[in-house]
T-cell receptor
Framework: DTTVKQNPRYKLARVGKPVNLICSQT?????MYWYQKKPNQAPKLLLF???????READTFEKFQSSRPNNSFCSLYIGSAGLEYSAMYLC??????????FGPGTRLTVL | QEKVQQSPESLIVPEGAMSSLNCTFS?????SIWWYQQHPGKGPEALI?????GNKKEGRLTVYLNRASLHVSLHIRDSQPSDSAVYLC???????????FGDGTVLTVKP
């Protein structure tokens, strides 16, 4: 089973409110990633966990938080959503390699 | 910062034709180049990868890599309507463990 699951699939949030997105995988992959994708743009890496070590990209360091309570689950947390956060959020996992397995994404709309 | 450029932005071909997609990257030391396919409502899925200069063939897919010119191309022989999707080129940097994606090419195969 190479399934990566994401919940919810669609999320509506108000400006200034927190948002929490969930991702799970059952492939025992050591690395889990979160990307932000806007229309006609490349997926942008936000952060990734290698085992229990969190790596956040420098330009989004203060905007996104994450936790990985166990190998299978990983969350993406936005403390205060702004309009610019409206996007598709893609979770992926890999076993320390370039082949990443992606979930279907969560479409976040901030109003 | 590593960059990936894809062309064309969109491509329409008749069923049975060859589809040719292009990608240039900024870092000649890139470890491997990947092509991902994304259908509407789904996450990207790895199609084929290449590391060494030259070509690699898998079924109807052929990838050509020229590191000197920082160029890689994907060719889909006998294109089918089910091949209609967004194709993302990405390069994987082993040192950072990160994939850097291009903006994608929208392929439409007309029956």
């Amino acid at each position: 089973d190479t399934t990566v699951k994401q919940n919810p699939r669609y999320k509506l949030a108000r400006v200034g409110k927190p948002v929490n997105l969930i991702c799970s995988q059952t492939m025992n992959h050591d690395t889990m990633y979160w990307y932000q994708k806007k229309p006609n743009q490349a997926p942008k890496l936000l952060l990734f966990y290698y085992d229990k070590i969190l790596n956040r990209e420098a330009d989004t360091f203060e905007k996104f938080q994450s936790s990985r309570p166990n190998n299978s689950f990983c969350s993406l947390y936005i403390g205060s959503a702004g309009l610019e956060y409206s996007a598709m959020y893609l979770c992926a996992s890999s076993r320390g390699g370039a082949e990443q397995f992606f979930g279907p994404g969560t479409r976040l709309t901030v109003l | 910062q590593e960059k990936v450029q894809q062309s064309p932005e969109s491509l329409i071909v008749p069923e049975g034709a060859m589809s040719s997609l292009n990608c240039t990257f900024s870092n000649s030391a890139s470890q491997s180049i990947w092509w991902y396919q994304q259908h509407p409502g789904k996450g990207p899925e790895a199609l084929i990868s290449i590391f060494s200069n030259g070509n690699k063939k898998e079924g109807r897919l052929t990838v050509y890599l020229n590191r000197a010119s920082l160029h890689v191309s994907l060719h889909i022989r006998d294109s089918q309507p089910s091949d209609s999707a967004v194709y993302l080129c990405a390069f994987y940097n082993t040192n950072t463990g990160k994939l850097t994606f291009g903006d994608g090419t929208v392929l439409t195969v007309k029956p």
